[in-house]
């Protein structure tokens, strides 16, 4: 069964540099790779999604993933980090195009002005 | 205003008393999800439906039952043989084809005392 990693719980950075959120994936088939966010109390809401071609994703509010197959990676990114962005980031993988959308454990990230 | 509603926001119950989550879409998605949040264990799926009169279980599915009679209603029901349902609880919804952009409900939270 496909699966996914965040390898970090808890991300901090400083406002106006580039931020990183980690995620590694495992699939047998093909990956299908998104991102969402979560902010407190509240539903996730989609940033963005990897299915194929250009393996740089540009998503939402700013926000790129850029998906490693040889690495098995889709790390989530942003040039410069704004304290609005603090919030807890999900990564998720689909084994091609079955039902059974698999999400990390999540990051939280904290922006500091 | 398309989109996902959970209800009750906040729902407190006793041991050994069934309770309803209600989700209702009014997006025309096919398929719809349950999905439960703990913390630091991200999401897991419940239960998930393609189609009306038809779900399948997810990877927790056990103290948990649902129904799709309606293409906008997706109900879950903790029962009383789940073990630890205290948790949030996310409803989404996709418009078929596995294109992975879940719209999720604002989540309920479930506390049993």
């Not at chain 1, 959120?21 to 998104?34: A, D, E």
């Not at chain 2, 703990?38 to 009169?53: A, C, E, H, M, T």
């Given at each position: 069964a496909q699966s996914v990693a965040q390898p970090e719980d808890q991300v901090n950075v400083a406002e106006g540099n580039p931020l990183t959120?980690?995620?590694?994936?495992?699939?047998?088939?093909?990956?299908?790779?998104?991102w969402y966010v979560q902010y407190p109390n509240r539903g996730l809401q989609f940033l963005l999604k990897y299915i194929t071609g250009d393996n740089l994703v540009k998503g939402s509010y700013g926000f790129e993933a850029e998906f490693n197959k040889s690495q098995t990676s889709f790390h989530l990114k942003k040039?410069?980090?704004?304290?609005?962005?603090?919030?807890?980031?999900?990564?998720?993988?689909?084994?091609?195009?079955?039902?059974?959308?698999?999400?990390?454990?999540?990051?939280?990230?904290?922006?500091?002005? | 205003d398309g989109g996902i509603t959970q209800s009750p926001k906040y729902l407190f119950r006793k041991?050994?008393?069934?309770?309803?989550?209600?989700?209702?879409?009014?997006?025309?998605?096919?398929a719809m999800y349950w999905y439960?949040?703990?913390?630091?264990?991200?999401?897991?799926?419940?239960?998930?439906?393609?189609?009306?009169?038809d779900f399948q279980k997810g990877d927790i599915?056990?103290?948990y039952s649902?129904?799709?009679?309606?293409?906008?209603?997706?109900p879950l029901t903790v029962t009383s043989a789940q073990k630890n349902p205290t948790a949030f609880y996310l409803c989404a919804s996709e418009q078929g084809a596995q294109t992975?952009?879940?719209?999720?409900?604002?989540?309920?939270?479930?506390?049993?005392?």
């Open positions: 959120v980690k995620c590694t994936y495992s699939v047998s088939g093909n990956p299908y790779l998104f040039p410069s980090a704004l304290v609005s962005d603090s919030a807890l980031y999900f990564c998720a993988v689909r084994d091609g195009g079955n039902n059974d959308m698999r999400f990390g454990a999540g990051t939280r990230l904290t922006v500091k002005p | 041991e050994g008393q069934n309770v309803t989550l209600s989700c209702e879409q009014n997006l025309n998605h096919d439960r949040q703990d913390p630091g264990q991200g999401l897991r799926l419940i239960y998930y439906s393609q189609i009306v009169n599915a056990e103290g649902v129904s799709r009679e309606k293409k906008e209603s997706f992975g952009e879940l719209f999720f409900g604002e989540g309920s939270r479930l506390t049993v005392l």
